[in-house]
């Protein structure tokens, strides 16, 4: 079992960054990637950021703005979003991909505002 710890949403005006981490914890496991989720109210949950061994991917709308990383020796992601806009006010959740499961955050809230 993988339990996932996120922290650094928070209100932000539009323009401005925030920073998010998602720290894993667990015993046993080895992880195949790492990556943000959002979900809007009254929208599906959306990929934001991915990172594996080999590759990374964003979504169009924060490719430029955004950037993934990843602390393989804390297991932990980063995703830092600058000039946020109002559109990205959302649930955030970090998702863990073992070779057996995937696991998923609590969610943490980013609101901009216009």
């Known amino acids: 079992q993988v339990q996932l710890v996120e922290s650094g949403g928070g209100l932000v005006q539009a323009g401005g960054s925030l920073r998010l981490s998602c720290a894993a914890s667990?015993?046993?496991?080895?992880?195949?990637?790492m990556g943000w989720y959002r979900q809007a109210p009254g929208k599906q949950r959306e990929l934001v950021a991915r990172?594996?061994?080999?590759?990374?991917n964003y979504a169009d709308s924060v490719k430029g703005r955004f950037t993934i990383s990843r602390d393989s020796a804390k297991n932990t992601v980063y995703l830092q979003m600058n000039s946020l806009k109002p559109e990205d006010t959302a649930i955030y959740y970090c998702n863990v991909v073992t070779m057996l499961s995937s696991f998923w955050g609590q969610g943490t809230q980013v609101t901009v505002s216009s």
């Open positions: 990172v594996t061994l080999v590759s990374t």
């Open positions: 667990g015993s046993g496991f080895s992880i195949n990637a």
